[in-house]
């Protein structure tokens, strides 16, 4: 069982940016895939960026590409995703997932795949 919680949501001035956090619980983090994704009032939760337990390889969606950064730090069992640039298009709920990962070259960009999911924190980019 892994428990993640969110951090580092709020209120940000297009352009500014922001750090988010996502703490686990339990001492098996390491083996986990990690994944951030969003959800806009009334729309669906979209991929964002995902990071293998490795913390090698990462993926992007293309909105955020070169705006977001995805890390990890195993030691402290966190995930973290820095946000810059942002915009108002970035106004959403941010969740952090974890998926069980047999490689350190593995990523998901699915959030069905997903084991645990976060609360999520709220992003929000006034213009």
């Known amino acids: 069982q892994v428990q993640l919680v969110e951090s580092g949501g709020g209120l940000v001035q297009a352009g500014g940016s922001l750090r988010l956090s996502c703490a686990a619980s339990?001492?098996?983090?390491?083996?986990?895939?990690m994944g951030w994704f969003r959800q806009a009032p009334g729309k669906e939760r979209e991929f964002v960026a995902a990071?293998?337990?490795?913390?090698?390889?990462?993926y992007y969606a293309d909105s955020v590409k070169g705006r977001f950064t995805i890390s990890r730090d195993n030691a402290k069992n966190t995930a973290y995703l820095q946000m810059n640039s942002l915009a108002s298009k970035d106004t959403a709920v941010y969740y952090c997932?974890?998926?069980?990962?047999?490689?350190?070259?593995?990523?998901?960009?699915?959030?069905?795949?997903?084991?645990?999911w976060g609360q999520g924190t709220q992003v929000t980019v006034s213009s």
């Open positions: 997932g974890a998926k069980r990962a047999y490689s350190g070259t593995t990523y998901y960009v699915s959030g069905n795949l997903y084991d645990y």
């Open positions: 339990g001492r098996t983090f390491s083996s986990y895939a």
């Open positions: 990071i293998s337990w490795s913390g090698d390889y990462k």
